[in-house]
């Protein structure tokens, strides 16, 4: 008697929970984030070949692809960036204080706020360092 191995269906396992499909959006916006920094090292590139190619390169992000590239890559960064929050209290070694630990809502909100203001701060520091060209 020949028996065949039972072989489990793998295609589209991931549709059939809303936990699963958010963590395949997550995992699948890696290619999109991977595409983006594609395009700033390809910017860096073209800083250092000189003025011409950066000013190329930044005239190519005004397209309508371009636009539409950062368009889809915003939300799915901010989604990606999001778990990497929610993942930090589980990462983190207990943090007490009077005793008690922190809750984890305190660690997330912590994080983001940190993230914000370290963005607004390099956002000030470029924004007051880079002089104003006139066209």
Known sequence: ?????????MGWWWLHNPFYRWYMVRESSCIVITAYAVILLWGLM??????LAFDAWRESLASPWAVGFHLVALPLVTYHSWTWFKVMPKTLPFI???GRRLADRTIIVSGV???IAASILVFLAIFVSVPRISP
Request: hydrophobic share 50%; with cysteine.
């Open 46 to 51: 073209c800083l250092v070949e000189g003025r």
């Open 113 to 115: 706020v940190a993230a």
């Open 96 to 98: 007490s204080i009077a």
């Open 1 to 9: 008697m020949i028996m065949k191995t039972y072989v489990r269906p």
